[in-house]
Nanobody, 114 residues
Framework: VQLQASGGGLVQSGRSVRLSCAASGSIFSFNVMGWYRQAPGKQRELVAV???????NYADSVKGRFTIFTDNAKNTMGLQMNSLKPEDTAVYYCVGHDTSSSSWGQGTQVTVSS
């Protein structure tokens, strides 16, 4: 199953952006899906994950501001990002994990201006 992320762009601090991750097959083929991000000069870091059962977990830096969700009707996973900060600027990647492998989307740039 291939993943494709979309929805990034340039946004002012304090505003919101919604990212979407579309799957070529069923998102239910994944046990866990998530979002990572990589800022310039930094390592890729976990932002949020959601299990097939709907359990979620977030990095401390985004708790209370970001929400990960799945849209079963559209077969997509999303990330609602509110109250954005300049430090949220990064390339955001979606990923899906099954029992034997992982699939990564191509990444979408989010730039937050102060």
């Amino acid at each position: 199953v291939q993943l494709q992320a979309s929805g990034g762009g340039l946004v002012q601090s304090g505003r919101s952006v919604r990212l979407s991750c579309a799957a070529s097959g069923s998102i239910f083929s994944f046990n866990v899906m998530g979002w990572y991000r990589q800022a310039p000069g930094k390592q890729r870091e976990l932002v949020a994950v959601i299990s097939k059962g709907g359990a979620t977990n977030y990095a401390d830096s985004v708790k209370g501001r970001f929400t990960i969700f799945t849209d079963n009707a559209k077969n997509t996973m999303g990330l609602q990002m509110n109250s954005l900060k300049p430090e949220d600027t990064a390339v955001y990647y979606c990923v899906g994990h099954d029992t034997s492998s992982s699939s990564w989307g191509q990444g979408t740039q989010v730039t937050v201006s102060s």
